[in-house]
C-alpha cells in the first residue's frame, strides 16, 4: 500500500491498488508554489553567502546522491513491490524548496530526466495484462520443437548444462517452419551451377603415384636390415678366424720362437685396428683355441692351442688388458714394430 | 532543418542538399542529386529506347546480387557503378526496374531510408507452407532470427539485450562460446543482423553500465508477418493466438487496437 502524501501532492497523484503508479508532471508545480508564497521555512536567501554555499554545496550533493541511488538501484526499483521512485522524488521534492540558483536546478532537471526513464520502463510494465509472455517456457517449448532427445541414461553428452540431446538438424527444422513467416526474396543464384575449370582430376592422380613408391620402399628395408644385421655378426667371427689362421701360419713358420703378444696385435698405423686385434684375440683365448703365457722376460706370449688338448694343462684365469694411444705408441717404440703381424682387412 | 531545405530551393542550385548527400557517398565522387522531370525529359530525348532498356536490366542485375548477402544497397553505388552517364534519366531506369522486378520475378524494391537512398529487395508473395518444405538447402540463421524477433514482438516492440542472451542460452546458443552452426552468435546477432536491417540495437539511455536493447529493424517491418509468428507461437504453446490480446491487436492494426497509452479499462 502506498503512504499517504501530505497537503496538496495527494490530490494529483491518486493510489492505485496495485503498483505505483508513474509520477506526472503536475507534481512538480506544488514546491514552487509554496517557494513564492510562503518563505518562513527556508531563511537561506536572507542569510550570509558563506552560509549561502554551504547549503547549496549539501543540496547539490544530495541530488547527486539520489541521482546515483536511481542508477544504481535501477532494477530494484523497477520492481512494482515497492515505491522506492515515489519516495526519491517526495525527497527531490523537498529538496527543491530550497534550490534558487540556475546550477542546482540543472541538477534537479537532471534528477528528473533519469527518474521520467525508469518511470517510463514502470509503466511498460504495467501493460502487460491480459496474457503475458514467458521466455523460459517458450524456449522450452522450442527445444521439443526442434527435437531435443530428452533421454536419460547418457548416450549421449548434455549439452551446456541442458538435459537430453539436441540433433544436429534442429536450427534447420526450426528455420524451416520460420520462413514461413518471411517474405524474403529469394536469392539469385545460377540454376545450373558454375563452371569449374580442371583441378579436381590432377589431385587425384598425384596422389595415386605418391602412394606406391612409399609401399615399395617400406617392403625394401626390412630386408636390407636383415643383411646388415648378419653381416655384423659373421664380421667378427670371420676376423677371429683370420686371426687365429695368422697366429697358426706364425707359429708353423717357427714353433720354437714364441710369439710376443704385444708384437702380435698392435698395428703400428692405426690404434683402432689394434684395439680390435686386442678384441678379437679375447675371443680366441676365451676359446682356448690360443693361449697366452709370460716368457722370461714376463712379457706375455701367445700360441695356438692343439686341438684335442684337454682343459688340465691349461690354467684358466681371467685378466683384463687395457690400452691407451700413449701405452700403444710406447709399444710401438719398445718393440720397435715397423708392421702389422695381422694384416688389416682393407689391405687385402 | 525544413527551412533551409526552402531556402535551397528558391537557391536553386541544392547546395545543401548536395551537402547531406555527400556523408553517404564518395567525396572523391560528384553527389547525385535527383534530376529534375524537365531533365529527364531532355536525357530521354538523347538516348534510345533499348540503351535505357539495357540500363535498367543492368540495374536489375547488379541488386539482385547485391540481394545475396540482404544488406541494403546505396543509391550512390548503383548511380557510381551501373548507371553512370545515365544518371540524368535516372528516375526513367528505376520505374523500369521497379516494373521489372514487380512483374518478372515478383519482387518488390523498397527505398527503407529516403534520406540515405537505401534499398532492399522483398517477395511480393506470401510464402506458402507446401512450397518451402520441398525447397532445398535451409538457412539456419531464419530459425535464430525468428526466435529473437519473435521474442522483440511478445515483449510488444523492444527487449533489453539481456533478456535475448538468456533466451538464446536455454536454447543452448551462448554468446560468449563459439556455436557449431552459428559461430560468432554475437556478432551475427548485433552486427549481420543489424545491417541487413532484420534488427537495431540501440543504447538504452541513462544506463550505467551501458545496456542496449533490440527492436525491429525495417527489413523486419516489411518482410516478416507478425500474424503468422502468432500463429507459430500458438501451435508452440498450444493456445489460441487470440489469448495474447495485446499481441494480437498489434498483429492485426485492422482491429482499431488502441495504443499502449491508452489504459484499456473498459475490456476488462
Known amino acids: 500500500m502506498r503512504k499517504s502524501l501530505e497537503g496538496d501532492e495527494s490530490e494529483n497523484v491518486s493510489s ?51 541521482i546515483n541511488s536511481v542508477q544504481q538501484n535501477r532494477d530494484h526499483m523497477l520492481n512494482p513491490s515497492n515505491n522506492m521512485l515515489t519516495e526519491v522524488l517526495e525527497e527531490a521534492n523537498n529538496l527543491f524548496k530550497d534550490v534558487r540558483q540556475t546550477r542546482e536546478a540543472a541538477l534537479d532537471a537532471q534528477l528528473i530526466v533519469v527518474a521520467t526513464d525508469l518511470g517510463k520502463e514502470k509503466a511498460s510494465q504495467l501493460f502487460s495484462e491480459g496474457a503475458a509472455f514467458d521466455p523460459s517456457a517458450f524456449a522450452e517449448n522450442l527445444l521439443s520443437f526442434m527435437g531435443l532427445n530428452r533421454l536419460e541414461g547418457g548416450e549421449h553428452e548434455p549439452q551446456n548444462g541442458g538435459d537430453g540431446y539436441l540433433p544436429s538438424d534442429a536450427w534447420d527444422r526450426l528455420a524451416r517452419r520460420a520462413e514461413t513467416c518471411f517474405r524474403t526474396a529469394p536469392t539469385f543464384h545460377y540454376m545450373l551451377g558454375s563452371f569449374h575449370a580442371e583441378p579436381p582430376p590432377p589431385k587425384q592422380r598425384i596422389e595415386r603415384q605418391v602412394r606406391a613408391p612409399n609401399k615399395e620402399a617400406k617392403r625394401n628395408m626390412p630386408t636390407q636390415l636383415k643383411k646388415m644385421e648378419e653381416s655384423h655378426q659373421e664380421a667378427t667371427e670371420k676376423e677371429v678366424e683370420r686371426i687365429l689362421g695368422y697366429l697358426k701360419s706364425y707359429h708353423q713358420d717357427d714353433p720354437t720362437t714364441p710369439i710376443s703378444y704385444y708384437e702380435f696385435v698392435v ?6 685396428r689394434t684395439v680390435e686385434n686386442m678384441f678379437h684375440m679375447s675371443f680366441l683365448i676365451r676359446d682356448g683355441l690360443a693361449g697366452m703365457y709370460l716368457d722370461e722376460d714376463k712379457l706375455p706370449c701367445i700360441a695356438p692351442v692343439e686341438e684335442g688338448m684337454d682343459g688340465e694343462g691349461s690354467s684358466q684365469k681371467q685378466c683384463v688388458i687395457s690400452i691407451t694411444i700413449d701405452t700403444w705408441k710406447e709399444l710401438i717404440e719398445a718393440f720397435d714394430i715397423s708392421e702389422a703381424m695381422i694384416r688389416p682387412l682393407s689391405e687385402s | 532543418m525544413s527551412q533551409r531545405k526552402r531556402l535551397s530551393n528558391t537557391q536553386g542550385a541544392s547546395q545543401n542538399k548536395r551537402r547531406s548527400d555527400s556523408l553517404a557517398e564518395d567525396d572523391s565522387e560528384v553527389p547525385f542529386t535527383q534530376p529534375s522531370s524537365s531533365q529527364v525529359q531532355r536525357g530521354l530525348a538523347r538516348v534510345s529506347n533499348a540503351q535505357v532498356e539495357q540500363k535498367a536490366a543492368e540495374v536489375v542485375q547488379y541488386i539482385m546480387v547485391k540481394d545475396q548477402k540482404k544488406i541494403p544497397v546505396r543509391r550512390a553505388d548503383l548511380v557510381k557503378h551501373v548507371i553512370k552517364d545515365y544518371r540524368n534519366i535516372y528516375p526513367e531506369i528505376m520505374k523500369r526496374v521497379l516494373q521489372t522486378f514487380s512483374q518478372v520475378f515478383g519482387l518488390e524494391l523498397v527505398e527503407i531510408d529516403t534520406k540515405a537512398h537505401v534499398y532492399i529487395l522483398i517477395n511480393k508473395l506470401e510464402p506458402h507452407e507446401a512450397l518451402t518444405t520441398n525447397q532445398g538447402s535451409v538457412n539456419p540463421k531464419t530459425g535464430l532470427l525468428w526466435v529473437i524477433l519473435s521474442v522483440i514482438f511478445m515483449k510488444r516492440g523492444a527487449v533489453k539485450e539481456g533478456l535475448i542472451w538468456n533466451t538464446l542460452k536455454k536454447l ?3 554468446p560468449g562460446e563459439r556455436h557449431e552452426v552459428f559461430g560468432d552468435v554475437k556478432k551475427l546477432v548485433t552486427d549481420e543482423f543489424v545491417r541487413q536491417r532484420y534488427l537495431e540495437y540501440v543504447r538504452i539511455p541513462h544506463t550505467e553500465p551501458l545496456e542496449c536493447e533490440f527492436r525491429w529493424g525495417q527489413r523486419a517491418e516489411l518482410e516478416v508477418s507478425k500474424p503468422q509468428i502468432l500463429h507459430f507461437m500458438g501451435q508452440l504453446h498450444e493456445r489460441e493466438p487470440q489469448s495474447w490480446s495485446q499481441q494480437y491487436r498489434d498483429a492485426h492494426p485492422s482491429l482499431g487496437a488502441p495504443g499502449p497509452s491508452q489504459p484499456s479499462r473498459s475490456q476488462r
Not at chain 1, 507534481?27 to 554555499?53: F, I, T, W
Not at chain 1, 698395428?267 to 683402432?272: G, K, L, R, Y
Open chain 1, 16 to 66: 492505485s491498488h496495485k503498483s505505483s503508479k508513474p509520477p506526472t508532471a503536475r507534481k512538480r508545480s506544488e514546491p514552487r508554489q509554496e517557494r513564492n508564497g510562503d518563505n518562513s521555512d527556508v531563511g537561506s536567501g536572507s542569510l550570509l553567502d558563506e552560509d549561502n554555499a554551504v547549503n547549496r554545496r549539501e543540496i547539490r550533493s544530495k541530488y547527486r546522491d539520489l
Open chain 1, 267 to 272: 698395428d703400428p698405423n692405426s690404434f683402432s
Open chain 2, 172 to 174: 543452448r546458443v551462448d
